[in-house]
């Protein structure tokens, strides 16, 4: 059994801060450490306590660097990692100029490999080491996704983008074929090593009620397995379902009558909702996943944190690229913080934090696995340089307290504040010599 030490300042939030006090929910160690063994956390704490604990550990000392769980994004598309920040679309003319001619080249087997090494290596350069993604109609693609990511030993989720109307020719499949592609899809990949499979249809609009039928039985076959689409993200696009589904009560319906809400589903953005709707989710245990920058880029709205966390919801954070504008969790914190402002309500650091972290995991029925340092956990860390740039660091040298010390860092923070990325315990960036 190799035991490794990862010592630095450790930021522990333990519990939902939305529920308390960010203080009360967090242990915060400003000589602490990690204690790994196996690819698992054993344990956390003062460093001098681990040490006595772990004499022959492999020590690695990030000095002031904070640790943190790995960052979990909960809503992406990495067949889009190639046209992100694409100019001036809202979002049904981003699919039909930007996304659907992109997709169209995930047929090639050899570039969605491309784009998922490139997507990955991305991933784990800002600090994440989780992510639930969108792959194409293509086979291949999901392949792609969960190959790149077992070799890499990440855990992730995916699925295939289940399309059969008003998508072009070759991005369209059918309802048989949805079912059948996935159906073989999940068994290839669903708990092989940490892959998890989504049931994954990409939005009303693209599927037909037959189609969502068809992936609604499949999941009540596989209920384990989580689902993921689209929820009201734009009120042209509400607009639209309604034409096409003049029957159903609202948007959410149009899932609802097929099966496709409950707990383990995943609903991007979901910002113009209903009162029955938010009503619907809140008593399924459904999941909202928060896309400030997609929101602000595409335009398409501001999610209401404050109501969403007051009213019980499940709500976890992404970047969805590429229609959101970074790879980076902590500008997506950012973007949260600042549609916080303009709803009213500024979210905590700790809060953005656990969003990112702690929040989506819950919200992939993974809150004992990632986004946490409880023993026991998968061994996902990031550690962040809080003084990486010169504006940051003379922001954060008059820190009194851990959270004005981090808060710099969200705001201002990108790539170069990742000072280390670890995967089950093993330190994928910046990568070892030898």
Same mark, same amino acid.
């Given at each position: ?149 077992? =070799?890499?030993?990440? $855990?992730? #989720? @995916?699925?295939?983008? !289940?399309?059969?109307? *008003? +998508?072009?020719? &070759? ?108 009503? =619907?989710?809140?008593? $399924?245990? #459904? @999941?909202?996943?928060? !896309?400030?920058?997609? *929101? +602000?880029?595409? &335009? ?135």
């Amino acid at each position: 059994m190799t035991q490794t030490l990862i010592l630095g300042q450790v930021l522990d939030i333990q519990s939902d801060p939305f529920g308390s006090t960010p203080d009360a929910a967090s242990r915060f160690d400003a000589h602490g450490g990690v204690l790994v063994e196996d690819g698992r956390i054993l344990a956390t704490g003062p460093a001098d306590e681990l040490r006595s604990r772990a004499p022959r550990a492999t020590i690695e000392d990030h000095g002031r660097g904070l640790i943190l769980p790995g960052f979990v994004d909960a809503h992406v598309h990495y067949p889009q990692t190639a046209i992100i920040a694409s100019w001036g679309k809202r979002l049904i003319d981003w699919l039909n100029t930007y996304t659907f001619p992109e997709e169209m080249r995930f047929g090639d087997p050899a570039y969605a490999d491309e784009i998922a090494e490139r997507y990955l290596d991305l991933l784990i350069a800002n600090g994440t080491t989780t992510a639930c993604s969108y792959c194409t109609i293509h086979p291949a693609s999901v392949d792609a996704f969960f190959g790149a990511a077992e =070799r890499r030993g990440m $855990a992730v #989720a @995916a699925g295939k983008t !289940c399309m059969d109307r *008003n +998508a072009p020719d &070759g991005l369209r499949d059918d309802a048989r074929s949805a079912y059948d592609d996935s159906a073989a899809l999940l068994a290839r990949w669903h708990g092989r090593g940490r892959a998890r499979y989504v049931i994954t249809p990409r939005f009303t609009p693209t599927s037909t009620p037959e189609q969502l039928e068809a992936l609604g039985a499949l999941w009540a076959e596989n209920p384990d397995c989580l689902m993921q689409t689209h929820l009201s993200e734009q009120l042209d696009e509400i607009a639209w379902v309604k034409e096409l589904h003049p029957e159903a009560r609202d948007y959410l319906d149009t899932y609802e009558a097929h099966g496709l809400v409950r707990e383990g589903a995943l609903f991007g953005h979901a910002i113009h909702l209903e009162d029955r709707e938010r009503d =619907r989710l809140r008593e $399924a245990g #459904a @999941a909202l996943i928060h !896309c400030p920058t997609s *929101n +602000a880029f595409i &335009g398409s709205g501001l999610f209401g944190m404050a109501p969403a966390k007051a009213e019980g919801q499940i709500v976890g954070l992404a970047t969805d690229t590429g229609g959101g504008s970074s790879f980076s969790m902590l500008r997506t914190m950012a973007a949260a913080y600042e549609i916080g402002q303009l709803t009213g309500t500024p979210l905590h650091p700790a809060e953005l934090i656990w969003l990112a972290t702690a929040g989506s995991a819950a919200a992939m029925r993974l809150p004992d696995r990632i986004g946490t340092l409880a023993p026991g956990s998968d061994a996902d860390l990031v550690v962040l340089d809080l003084a990486s740039t010169p504006a940051i660091a003379q922001r954060a040298g008059g820190a009194e307290t851990i959270w004005d010390a981090v808060f710099p860092t969200i705001m201002m923070g990108d790539d170069r504040a990742t000072a280390a990325t670890y995967v089950a315990g093993r330190r994928m960036f910046p990568p070892c010599n030898g």
